[in-house]
């Protein structure tokens, strides 16, 4: 069946460092790809998408690109701040799966002044 | 304007007690979902309903049990709490079914059961 799998975390950089989160997937079709984040006490929001191969998603200085032939969906971002610490999700919906949306295991991330 | 809301967001109860959490969305969304987050953080969809229909029911203990009166809620009642009932449970919902949308999630509803 499908599955996300990203690396555990938790994560700590420093303030200004790149991020890298890596992301696979496994899904029998065409899925489309997402990261999701969550802060501190609240719900999971969408952070960027790709539906469809070399697609890259983008948003709030953070960006994945959607690569087929590696099945991965890496988050980066060039210069984190503090108030980028929460857990990040990668995720995915395929057809094939029944349109259930499957996530990964979420990586927590710590950013210290 | 919240978009999805949900109710309590804090819920204490004694094992063996019977709870209902609300949920409700204001987007004109035809897709809800509850969702099963545990103390790591893993997440993992319990229900979905289209259009006041399941669509997705996963392996949850039937002491669970959605209830969709109309397009803009969907309820969960957990009869006989066990202590692993303990979690937060988010209700989220989306434009449709098809692998493109994105899901807007509630706040969340903290479970604790003693």
């Known amino acids: 069946g499908d599955s996300v799998t990203q690396m555990e975390g938790p994560v700590t950089l420093s303030e200004e460092a790149f991020l890298t989160i890596n992301c696979t997937y496994t899904?029998?079709?065409?899925?489309?790809l997402f990261w999701y984040v969550q802060y501190p006490g609240e719900g999971l929001q969408l952070l960027l998408k790709?539906?469809?191969?070399?697609d890259k998603g983008s948003n709030k200085g953070f960006e994945a690109t959607y690569r087929k032939e590696t099945t991965s969906f890496h988050l980066e971002k060039g210069s984190v701040q503090v108030s980028d610490s929460a857990v990040y999700f990668c995720?995915?919906?395929?057809?094939?799966?029944?349109?259930?949306?499957?996530f990964g295991a979420g990586t927590r991330l710590f950013v210290k002044a | 304007d919240t978009a999805v809301s949900q109710t309590p967001k804090y819920l204490v109860t004694q094992m063996g007690n019977d709870k209902s959490i609300k949920c409700e969305q204001n987007?004109?969304?035809?897709?809800m979902y509850w969702y099963k987050q545990d103390s790591k953080k893993f997440l993992k969809i319990m229900f979905s309903?289209?259009?006041?229909?399941?669509?997705i029911n996963e392996t949850v203990p039937n002491r669970f049990s959605p209830k969709s009166p109309d397009k803009a809620h969907l309820n969960l009642h957990i009869n006989s709490l066990e202590l692993g009932d303990s979690a937060v449970y988010f209700c989220?919902?989306?434009?449709?079914?098809?692998?493109?949308?994105?899901?807007?999630f509630g706040p969340g509803t903290r479970l604790t059961v003693l």
């Open positions: 989220a919902s989306s434009q449709g079914t098809s692998g493109g949308y994105e899901q807007f």
């Open positions: 899904a029998t079709g065409y899925p489309s």
């Open positions: 790709a539906t469809k191969a070399d």
């Open positions: 995720a995915l919906s395929d057809r094939g799966g029944g349109f259930k949306t499957i």
């Open positions: 987007l004109g969304h035809d897709t």
């Open positions: 309903y289209n259009n006041k229909e399941l669509i």
